[in-house]
Antibody, heavy 118, light 108 residues
Framework: EIQLVESGGGLEQPGGSLRLSCVAS????????MNWVRQAPGKGLEWVSY????????YYADSVKGRFTISRDNARNSLYLQMNSLRAEDTAVYYC???????????WGQGTLVTVSS | EIVLTQSPATLSLSPGERATLSCRAS??????LAWYQQKPGQAPRLLIY???NRATGIPARFSGSGSGTDFTLTISSLEPEDFAVYYC??????????FGQGTRLEIK
């Protein structure tokens, strides 16, 4: 069974930092590119960042560029999102999501909630 | 940025009825359009990719159609577990993917 389990969310003050993690199981993690997608409370979905299988290609949404850093450790089957200079508008559930070979986002984790508030 | 507009915002139907959900793109996305289902407190689940291909394990009552700028998700006969929020998503200009704002399918 394919599983993606996120952790690391919580309450952080504006300007602070958090590091999210996602542990994958049930598939060959190193064979798939990965994404972070977020969903603000009661709102729709917003793609945040993408990383290729070997970490050679990385993309960010304009809304997080320069503040967030995506990375992965294929030996640990893990995906990360380092979030710096957090803003209130970063408050959301953050999902780890797998990209299929056809660049379709096919599996999602259950998400971890990040709340940015003073 | 390609904007996806879903309609209606809310659809009220009864089990057994046919549901038709629409997604319109601000510019052509060819057939690079997917549909996801999301239930409260759960992650999105892929239903349809490339406009008309059912994902693994998705029942045949779900079907997708369209190309270019106009797309439709059809649920032929609603089951109680189908009441949820549905999102369309385009990957035409990967990796700058975008989602629609969602259609809430509720029990009438």
């Amino acid at each position: 069974e394919i599983q993606l389990v996120e952790s690391g969310g919580g309450l952080e003050q504006p300007g602070g930092s958090l590091r999210l993690s996602c542990v994958a199981s049930g598939f060959s993690f190193s064979s798939y590119s990965m994404n972070w997608v977020r969903q603000a409370p009661g709102k729709g979905l917003e793609w945040v960042s993408y990383i290729s299988r070997s970490s050679s290609t990385i993309y960010y949404a304009d809304s997080v560029k320069g503040r967030f850093t995506i990375s992965r450790d294929n030996a640990r089957n893990s995906l990360y999102l380092q979030m710096n200079s957090l803003r209130a508008e970063d408050t959301a559930v953050y999902y780890c999501a797998r990209t299929s070979s056809a660049t379709v986002i096919d599996y999602w984790g259950q998400g971890t909630l990040v709340t940015v508030s003073s | 940025e390609i904007v996806l507009t879903q309609s209606p915002a809310t659809l009220s139907l009864s089990p057994g009825e046919r549901a038709t959900l629409s997604c319109r793109a601000s510019q052509s996305v060819s057939t690079y359009l997917a549909w996801y289902q999301q239930k409260p407190g759960q992650a999105p689940r892929l239903l349809i990719y490339d406009a008309s291909n059912r994902a693994t394990g998705i029942p045949a009552r779900f079907s997708g159609s369209g190309s270019g700028t106009d797309f439709t998700l059809t649920i032929s006969s609603l089951e109680p577990e189908d009441f949820a929020v549905y999102y369309c998503q385009q990957r035409s200009n990967w990796p700058s993917i975008t989602f629609g704002q969602g259609t809430r399918l509720e029990i009438k």
